[in-house]
């Protein structure tokens, strides 16, 4: 009688916890048939040890030989279970992937890369399948189950009405192990209850006394330093430095070219070019007038920091871009509504008017970022792109493949943030100057305006005006990173959508984009979202938008946080006087009063270092250590990939070289794949 053998290798990576005391038994399942291992890997003397390593990787090997009596044919799936030992502790386990080698000489691979609970899971072979491909009776069957599963495992909830939805769990460890951080959870809150004793601010956090000098502030600012933070605080009276940052700041999102001066903003030429070089008319024709507008701000209710009411302003800038090509503030206006007691200040006023107004506009632009284009724009709807994708795409889809490692962490840091930032006692609640009702409010308008063009940087850009904006490095590396992965995007998913018939018939990707469109844009047909694909272009765009939030987007807004808010006076993130209501009543003394007091300055300093670092085991874009893919097309796509980004990576290193102030965070070596913290 023949004999049919099956080695079977398991892997785990060289990670903290990745082993297991627990009994494992692995099933193959075929197209002729089934066999079991029989007994625990743990126990079984045929098996290789865990602890058997690779030298390259460090990952550990366990390996099996299986025999059988008949062929298993072409091997579909693998079921594993992880059964709980009474005698032992429970533990979970991160499993790499299993390869079978198989007696006719065929290899299988079967990714798993995510920790293992105590009860069965079904491995599905790597090759991609769509819905349409997948034609054997037991893998409909197990595409089926996986997706019913995944539905009960990820349910939608609503934090609060009028956002985006959210996965429903009351906290980080309720969240499936699957996408859980590899570190522990001790691990992350250590690091966030050290943030204060990082910047060596300890004993500041609580006192409520009012800065008394620039000095104090320097004093304390000085103990934890960034190179571009340092620069920023030599710089951060200067016009110049103050224009530059609506480019290539930490929110290079709310400039647009200016053609018509709004009717609420009567700023004249005899205001901003008092020597009559200029009108204003003829710049706005040329392009050389840029118009910075926090409407959405406006009438929003302020927070109440340590008993005192806090001042947010909703001001509208006006820009010049010069001969010289600096971009240079003219005119501002702290409040919509025009009145005598809303003056326009201009760079002719007194030393601290001019740099008040500049002060109320920053702390502005710190709140308007932080919800609007860092909380709503990437945490929020990169956690809405990947819900959907594990609730309506199995793992075996080239689009999961595709985008699982651009999820990454997405659910578990998005779960911290509603419980430690923007809950009722979050870090944002308690010390913004939007903090809660405010917070709420500005959200809710955010989404409301919120588009499918302003989320592609190609259309954002055009819409905006801003093709000839003056040394604008996130328009220059932004339009080449997105060029880039949609080149990916786009070559990796021809290969599996020939034709755009392929794509309307794909149930599957079709019920993921219906879900994007109802929990994350709220229905609302003038977003521009689409709510099914027809084309593969279509979606080839949406992926590549979906990719570009997720990892070039997310660094732009997240990863200079602290390199522009560390030295407080630069982004104020609250303000304890109301806006000046005319010229002339302004002083150092004033200025220090309306700064946050020393307490709400030391927490903001120590949220935005620890937002603005990298997580503990950062993959940058483009790298992926997980196996998903396995067939020759796709990993030569992604070599491909790789190759453009450092090309990328190598033209913005040579660039920064000549930049007193280099612009690093669409650089592919320090983007990360997905958002991650």
Known sequence: MKIYKYEVIVITENINHDNTFNNIYIRLIGTGGQIDTHSSLRNNKEWAPFNKKNKKTGSKVSICSVTSSTSLGKLLMIELHKQHDPSLSEDSWFLARVQVNSPEGDTYNFPVYHWIDDRKVYLREATALKDSDDTHHLSRKSREKELNQRKEHYRWDVYLEGIPHCVKAHSPLCLPSEVRFSFTTIQMGFTGATGITWLK??????????????????????????????????????????????????????????????????????????????????????????????????????????????????????????????????????????????????????????????????????????????????HLLAEVFAVSLLRNVPKVHPLYKLLIPHTRYTLQINSLARQLLISHDGVFTKFAASGGEGMITILRRAQSSLTYSSLCIPDDIAERGLHSAPNFYYRDDGLRLWDIIHRFVQELLQHYYKNDAEVQEDSELQSWIVHIFEHGFLLQDSTGIPNSFCTVAELVKFVTMVIFTCSGQHSVVSSGQYDYGGWMPNTPISLQRPPPTKKGTTSEATMLQTFPDISTTVHGMSTMWLLSRHSTDFVPLGHYPEDHFTEEVPRKRIHAFQEDLKHLNKDIKARNKRLDIPYTYLDPAVVENSVAL
Request: hydrophobic content about 40%; aromatic content about 12%; overall charge negative.
């Open 201 to 378: 601010l300890e004993g500041l956090s609580d006192r409520k006394d009012n800065w008394t000098s620039m000095n104090y502030i320097y004093q304390v600012y000085r103990s934890r330093r960034t190179d571009i933070s340092d620069r920023v605080q030599q710089l951060w009276r200067n016009d110049a430095f103050f224009g530059y940052q609506f480019l290539n700041g930490v929110n290079p999102m709310m400039i647009q070219r200016c053609t018509v001066l709004p009717e609420n903003f009567p700023v004249t030429d005899d205001m901003v070019f008092p020597t009559g070089r200029w009108t204003l008319e003829d710049e706005m024709q040329k392009g050389n007038i840029f118009l910075c507008d926090y409407k959405l701000l406006d009438g929003v209710k302020t927070n109440i920091i340590h008993d005192k009411k806090q001042y947010l302003a909703a001001p509208l800038v006006l820009l010049h871009r010069t001969s010289d090509d600096e971009l240079m503030p003219i005119a501002i206006q702290l409040k919509q509504k025009p009145a005598e007691d809303n003056p326009i200040f201009l760079p002719t006023d007194s030393e601290y008017d001019w740099l008040t107004a500049k002060i109320f506009v920053r702390s502005a632009d710190f709140n308007m970022h932080q919800l609007n284009f860092h909380l709503l724009r990437t």
